[in-house]
C-alpha cells in the first residue's frame, strides 16, 4: 500500500511537480522516490548527472542496508 502513496506523491502522476503547491512539493521531498526519480530523470532531460541527488540516494540505501542488518541478520524480528 505504501509503495503506491509513495509513487504518486514522489513522482507525481497527476500532476507535474512544477505544478503543485509548495506544500505537496515539501511532502514529496521527503519520501525517498522523489530522489530516486530525480536521479533518473536528470540525465534522461539532459540536465546531466545530478552529485546531491546521488549522495542522498547513496545514504538512504546505506541506512536502510544498516537497519536490515541489525533487525533480520541474526535471525530476530522487530517484535523481539
Known sequence: ML???MM???WGRARAGSEWETVMRDVARLLPIWYV??????????FGWNVITSLIV???TIVATAITVK?????????S
Open 71 to 79: 533487525f533480520f541478520l541474526n535471525g530476530t524480528d522487530l517484535i
Open 58 to 60: 547513496g545514504g538512504i
Open 37 to 46: 526519480i530525480r536521479l533518473l530523470q536528470d540525465p534522461w532531460l539532459g
Open 8 to 10: 504518486n506523491t514522489g
Open 3 to 5: 509503495f503506491f502513496v
